[in-house]
């Protein structure tokens, strides 16, 4: 693999509006990330990805992309994101954008030339049908809006019509087939957006809706696999150190694909999902038993439940790429919603210490919890994730000097809402558990992305044991004292949560208690 800095790499996630406000309007901007890039690395963290920061009518919080080469005026201007590169450089941070490749908002160009009843350069590069009542079958639509006779298909929200890559296997006169020139074109103009970036010093890209090109695609992505392979080949030869991580959830397919990375989403029933959120039932929380395997009070945790689906995608995809979880994200409920803080720790010390690339969402480090707010920009239930970093016990709790009705969204009300300030010198708190745990991982080359794994006891009522490399590492999230018969004699503890202690052949594990043995 070309993008070898991938093997120590752990991403911190920025919403940007939500991240630090440097002018008082109320919304994070590109400078605000940039006071904060020492923070970033005192966290342990040496990568970064930006959500989308591009100009937008933020119908969907700047996934509705208006200027693919320009930045939304509300962070800075294209200079300044230019200096953010530069500046995380010098830290030895890297920079990963989000890119949106399947859709763009209406109100970009391609989009205005695209609606125009008179055939130009742009009239393929979205997806129309050849009749104003006709419906892009099998697709969201829309009519009635546009000077052209058709009516055009949808990615997602209203607000976002679909570029076209072609369908696997054209049916209707107006559908493309993926070798169609223009669908060729799409792609292309995709690169061309790609390198201008990169150019200017971006290291790569989170890919939205990575598997949404082609449409009627089958079940292993083929039309669109091979379009992010004939991407691949350029960075390959272009920019090799340039990384792309999919918002895809199917490592097997995604990483044959082309990417370097792809995420291990909080699918309701998967296997991540068992881990923190088991209380969510397809999108909506559900008031029952929580059998989080990292709550305290779970009454049938079960490792096994993550492991069924982690381990076939591990061992099928660990010569081809990394597979990347994540403490929360910006579509995710943040763990703090049904978890402590001693339940954290051991769920990032899980998630810290396992193969792959992890990612830390901003805030996850110190607790933020998730807030029950109204929608903002298409967020929905989304948008309790999403609110403003807490930096100290100031104004609006350090993010912004403005008025608190001027904030992107509001601040935790609480008084004991979390905030660096609080823990930023308690050796305990979460923060610096955190820093403690990114430390280990960097210098610990076991504990790196590649590094060897295999699971060692998965045995319900007895600790989760694994193994990286040469570690031995055990993690307990019950209230009770458990054991595990492993061989952990003459060990020396690296890293401990809680009580550990290993002795004639038998690891005793404290409750809520992780321990990293060498």
């Known amino acids: 693999m070309s993008t070898q800095w991938l093997k120590d790499a752990v991403f911190y996630e920025i919403y ?65 994101l230019y200096r953010l590169f530069g500046e995380a450089h010098k830290r030895g941070i890297r920079v990963l954008l989000d890119l949106v490749p399947g859709h763009t908002s209406e109100e970009h160009e391609w989009f205005r030339q695209s609606q125009k009843a008179e055939t130009n350069e742009y009239s393929n590069r979205y997806i129309w049908t050849d009749f104003c009542f006709q419906p892009a079958k099998g697709m969201g639509f829309i009519g009635g809006e546009s000077e ?13 019509p679909a570029l076209n890559y072609g369908f696997l296997k054209p049916e209707e006169p107006w559908q493309l087939a993926t070798d169609h020139p223009d669908a060729i074109a799409t792609r292309e103009a995709m690169k061309d957006v790609m390198r201008f970036w990169l150019d ?16 009627f695609d089958d079940e292993k992505k083929s039309g669109t696999s091979a379009i992010w392979r004939n991407v691949r080949e350029m960075l390959d030869a272009e920019y090799p150190d340039a990384a792309m991580v999919a918002e895809w959830s199917d490592p097997p397919v995604a990483l044959r694909a082309g990417y370097h990375m792809d995420f291990y989403l909080n699918h309701p029933g998967g296997g991540y999902a068992s881990l923190m959120r088991d209380y969510q039932k397809g999108f909506s929380v559900n008031d029952g038993v929580d059998n989080s395997y990292f709550r305290k009070d779970a009454p049938d945790r079960d490792i096994n439940r993550f492991l069924e689906q982690y381990e076939a995608w591990y061992k099928d995809t660990r010569d081809i790429g990394y597979i990347s979880m994540l403490t929360c994200n910006h579509d995710t409920i943040r763990p703090r919603f049904n978890m402590e803080m001693d339940e954290l720790k051991l769920a990032y010390a899980f998630i810290f210490t396992m193969p792959g690339v992890p990612f830390l969402y901003y805030g996850d480090e110190i607790g933020m919890r998730y807030l029950d707010l109204p929608t903002k920009e298409g967020g929905y239930y989304r948008t309790g994730a999403r609110t403003p970093m807490q930096w100290d016990s100031s104004k609006n709790l350090g993010f912004s000097t403005g008025c608190a009705d001027s904030l992107y969204l509001p601040v935790d009300p609480a008084a004991d809402a979390p905030t660096v300030e609080s823990q930023q010198d308690d050796p ?38 694994y193994r990286r490399g040469s570690l031995l590492l055990a993690v307990n999230p019950s209230g009770e004292k458990l054991f595990a018969d492993v061989d952990a004699d003459d060990r020396q503890v690296l890293f401990v949560l809680g009580m550990a202690d290993a002795h004639a052949r038998r690891l005793a594990m404290g409750p809520q208690s992780f321990v990293v043995l060498k």
């Open 148 to 160: 052209r006779s058709a009516t055009y298909a949808l990615n997602f929200f209203k607000c976002q």
């Open 16 to 80: 940007p509006q939500s991240y630090y406000d440097t002018n008082g309007d109320g919304i994070g901007d590109f400078n605000g990330i940039i006071e904060k890039l020492d923070y970033i690395k005192s966290l342990g963290c040496n990568a970064l990805w930006i959500n989308p920061c591009f100009d937008s009518p933020f119908k969907d919080a700047g996934y509705d992309v208006r200027d693919y080469k320009k930045v939304a005026p509300r962070y800075g201007n294209n200079n300044d």
């Open 200 to 215: 200017h010093g971006c290291d790569g890209f989170r890919v939205d809706m990575a598997a949404s090109l082609v449409k």
């Open 428 to 465: 305990a708190s979460l923060l610096n558990t955190v820093r403690a745990l990114l430390k280990l991982r960097h210098e610990e080359a076991d504990l790196q992305a590649d590094g060897e794994y295999e699971t060692v006891c998965a045995e319900k009522g007895k600790p989760f044991v």
